[in-house]
């Protein structure tokens, strides 16, 4: 089943075309790896998805509705059924783990403090990061902030969780810690899951599907195996990071 579907969007920025004919496939309840070289237009897909920008062409389809005819407090609306996990983690400095994993509750809910609490804490324990829910941002680690930052985009049960590249210049060992984290929020919680990475192996480990973007457009998809062994020399050069091949340096 569909989730999400992004049809023929087109994203330009004065004269540069980042997006164009760019059509893509979001299966609900399934991980959707989206991958591409730097500047291909990654974050701008989430960006999309999340109704942070309206595509200048085409039309950006979540749950049925059309995200292009939103406006004002509907998109708003919209927005909060939204996770999204940025690449830096951005939390707030001045606010404590705790805190900043609650503010989408206390921004957006009615709950009572004593619930917030008690989610903050299941959603700290959900990424291994209870013992320090009273810490400040400063005081941890680059892993640790990241699992913060998934904690905060997850808190309110979001049925779309965006994450744009979790692990990008992390070292191995918290790439796997923080591509497990991703694996495990999605079981315990549902939901359907887009994971912008450059990071193959975390990618194989997580990945029910995979996306390509090259170009402006999605040139490939399918599930990993497919993806594997797609057919499509610019893919095939991405996977093997070959530097022989159709990508232009
Ligand atoms: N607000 C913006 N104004 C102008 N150019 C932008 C803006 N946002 C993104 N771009 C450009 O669009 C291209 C794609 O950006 P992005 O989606 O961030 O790529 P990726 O996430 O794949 O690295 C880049 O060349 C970037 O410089
Ligand atoms: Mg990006």
Avoid: W
Wanted: glycine fraction near 8%; proline fraction near 4%.
């Amino acid at each position: 089943m569909s989730f999400a579907r992004i049809e023929d969007a087109a994203v330009r920025f004065g004269e540069k075309v980042v997006l164009e004919n760019c059509s893509l496939e979001i299966k609900e309840r399934a991980i959707t790896c989206l991958i591409g070289l730097s500047g291909a237009g990654k974050s701008t897909i989430l960006r999309l998805l999340n109704g942070l920008r309206r595509p200048d062409e085409g039309r950006v389809i979540v749950k049925g509705i059309d995200l292009t005819t939103l406006r004002g407090r509907d998109l708003i609306e919209f927005r909060r059924k939204i996770g999204f996990a940025f690449q830096f983690a951005a939390l707030f400095d001045s606010l404590s783990v705790s805190d900043n994993v609650a503010l989408p509750l206390r921004e957006h809910t009615k709950m009572s403090n004593a619930e917030i609490d008690k989610i903050v804490t299941a959603t700290l324990e959900l990424v291994e990061l209870e013992t320090a829910k009273d810490r400040m941002p400063a005081e941890l680690s680059g892993g640790m902030l990241k699992r913060a930052g998934f904690a905060r985009a997850v808190v309110n049960n979001p049925e779309l969780v965006l994450y744009d590249e979790p692990t990008t210049g992390l070292d191995p060992i918290i790439t796997h810690v923080l591509t497990d984290t991703i694996v495990r929020l999605r079981k315990e919680l549902g939901g359907t899951v887009v994971v912008v990475s450059h990071d193959l192996e975390s990618i194989f480990a997580m990945a029910d599907y995979i996306a390509m973007l090259f170009e402006g457009a999605i040139i490939e998809y399918g599930t990993v195996e497919e993806v594997r062994k797609s057919p499509n020399p610019i893919v095939q050069q991405f996977l093997t990071g070959s530097e022989v091949g159709p990508i232009p340096l």
